[in-house]
């Protein structure tokens, strides 16, 4: 889809007032650039330094490769799945994960809308066929939880199919942490005035306007109902078996260290070193409903 058919100006409800957002506009509205890091009580006022933030990433990509090792050596497995609002920076940090890891055995799985065929099936069919064989390291850019949250906002399922979907999900992960597959889930939260800014960016940067898509136009003016559904979907789905980890995403560079600190953490891998994997930062990664809410353990 062409520029132009992308173009629209959307009526945004923001801290109970409405505001006219123009998308075509080259320069970000002050009103956006002055609250977008801070927004939804983001805890720091400043993003973390460049030269930092590599001298960490270094630190932990060596120890993911270490974990790929052991593995390979072990027929261990390994699946992450990231979700989150557009825009939140689920692509970004699964990259950098991947970065450094080889990738015969550790690999992303961002899946198109579904075939006819595939429509016909069980709802997590397809999703199963890409689960990861003995020594894999597997992430999923999106997964089954679209059905949780981005097909009812936008009418792509019925009703039916979503309460039976938030009914089965609990079970259908017990199944995995059965199998044995060290499983995690990774809820990426932004605010809205940071998912504005970063839509503009994608619009006014030629490398990246491939990433804006219409229904991300449109879902700019559904926070409230992405919301809803978001809140329900971790308070029906967090279970012992398979909690939901939530990131503060703000801050990019802040939100993949700890994301791949936290995959660190759970894997009790051969050669850790506990120095270089780092402490969780408790202002920006917890578990489940609470930690959102401000709450911590």
Known sequence: MDNEQQSRAVELKIDGETRIFDIDDPDLPKWIDDKSLASDNFPYDKKMEEDEYEDQLEDVQIELVKLQFWLQRTGRRFMALFEGRDAAGKGGTI??????????????????????????????????????????????????????????????CTTEQYEK???????????????????????????????????????????????????????????????EKRDRMLKETHTKHAPWT??????????????????????????????KVGKLDEKIIGSGPDFLNGKRK
């Open 95 to 156: 990259k950098n994960i991947l970065m450094y890891m080889n990738p015969r055995s550790a690999r992303a799985v961002a899946l198109s809308k579904p075939t006819e065929t595939e429509r016909g099936q069980w709802y997590f069919q397809r999703y199963v066929s890409h689960f990861p064989t003995a020594g894999e390291f597997v992430l999923f850019d999106r997964s089954w939880y679209n059905r949780a949250v981005v097909e009812p906002v936008n009418g792509f």
């Open 165 to 227: 979907f938030l009914e089965e999900t609990p079970r259908f992960e017990s199944l995995i942490e059965q199998e044995g597959i060290h499983f995690c889930k990774f809820w990426l939260n932004i605010g809205q005035e940071m998912q504005i800014e970063r839509f503009h960016d994608r619009r006014h940067d030629p490398l990246k306007i491939w990433k804006l898509s219409p229904i991300d136009i449109v879902a700019l003016g559904k926070w409230d109902d992405y919301t």
């Open 246 to 275: 939530i990131v503060r995403a703000n801050d990019k560079r802040r939100a993949r260290l700890n994301v791949i600190r936290h995959i660190l953490h759970s894997m009790d891998y051969d050669g850790k070193d506990h120095g």
